[in-house]
T-cell receptor, first 115, second 112 residues
Framework: DGGITQSPKYLFRKEGQNVTLSCEQNLNHDAMYWYRQDPGQGLRLIYY???????QKGDIAEGYSVSREKKESFPLTVTSAQKNPTAFYLC??????????????FGPGTRLTVT | SQQGEEDPQALSIQEGENATMNCSYKTSINNLQWYRQNSGRGLVHLIL?????REKHSGRLRVTLDTSKKSSSLLITASRAADTASYFCATGAMEYGNKLVFGAGTILRVKS
C-alpha cells in the first residue's frame, strides 16, 4: 500500500521543547517537502529536499530543521526558536522537484499544539 | 507573497449545481495545479494544466488557463455533497525554482 505517512496525527508540547514530526514515503520519490498550514491560509513551504543528504530552505525555515539521511524519510524538527509553532504540518513528495510539473502526494498531516 | 489568489474565499451551493472557483497569479508560470483538501486532511491532486494548454477535463472537473490574464478557473459540474472541501491552486514557475506556490484556497460547501 503505497503512500506517505505522518505521525503522530496530533501532538502536544510545552513551550520551549523541541519536537520532531515524522514523514515516511514508500513511493520511491526523490523530492520531499514540508509545509505549514494556518487556519484560513494556504500552504507555506518550510523546507524541501531533492535528493538524499541535501535540503533547501523554503519561505519560512526559521525555527525549523530537517534531515534527509534516507530517501524514504524526511523528519522535521520544530525548535524552541519557532515563535508560533502551533499549526497543521503537511509533508509531501514528488518524483522530482527539478521540475514542478509533477503532482505532489501529501500525507495526512500532523496537528501540533504548543502551550 | 503568494503567487496564487483564489476567488471566492468561500462558496455555498446546492447539490446538483455547478461550482466555479478562480485563481489569479502574478508572474509567468510553466504549470498550474489544483488540489482538494477535506477538513483536517492532506491535499489530493486533482488536475495539472501546462502553460501551453488552455483547457483540461477530468471527469466532472474542467480547468481553464488564460496566461494573458494570468488566471485559471476550476469548474465542478453537477456538484455533490461529497465535493465539500477546500480547493487550492498551486503554480510552478522558473522564478520560484520550480517549487509549487499555493494560494489561500476556496472553501466549497455543497448542501444536500
Amino acid at each position: 500500500d503505497g503512500g506517505i505517512t505522518q505521525s503522530p496525527k496530533y501532538l502536544f508540547r510545552k513551550e520551549g521543547q523541541n519536537v520532531t514530526l515524522s514523514c515516511e514515503q514508500n513511493l520511491n520519490h526523490d523530492a520531499m517537502y514540508w509545509y505549514r498550514q494556518d487556519p484560513g491560509q494556504g500552504l507555506r513551504l518550510i523546507y524541501y529536499s531533492q535528493i538524499v543528504n541535501d535540503f533547501q530552505k523554503g519561505d519560512i525555515a526559521e525555527g525549523y530543521s530537517v534531515s534527509r539521511e534516507k530517501k524514504e524519510s524526511f523528519p522535521l524538527t520544530v525548535t524552541s526558536a519557532q515563535k508560533n509553532p502551533t499549526a497543521f504540518y503537511l509533508c509531501a513528495s514528488s518524483i522530482s522537484s527539478g521540475r514542478s510539473e509533477y503532482e505532489q502526494y501529501f500525507g495526512p498531516g500532523t496537528r501540533l499544539t504548543v502551550t | 507573497s503568494q503567487q496564487g489568489e483564489e476567488d471566492p474565499q468561500a462558496l455555498s451551493i446546492q447539490e446538483g449545481e455547478n461550482a466555479t472557483m478562480n485563481c489569479s497569479y502574478k508572474t509567468s508560470i510553466n504549470n498550474l495545479q489544483w488540489y482538494r483538501q477535506n477538513s483536517g486532511r492532506g491535499l489530493v491532486h486533482l488536475i495539472l494544466i501546462r502553460s501551453n494548454e488552455r483547457e483540461k477535463h477530468s471527469g466532472r472537473l474542467r480547468v481553464t488557463l488564460d496566461t494573458s490574464k494570468k488566471s485559471s478557473s476550476l469548474l465542478i459540474t453537477a456538484s455533490r455533497a461529497a465535493d465539500t472541501a477546500s480547493y487550492f491552486c498551486a503554480t510552478g514557475a522558473m522564478e520560484y525554482g520550480n517549487k509549487l506556490v499555493f494560494g489561500a484556497g476556496t472553501i466549497l460547501r455543497v448542501k444536500s
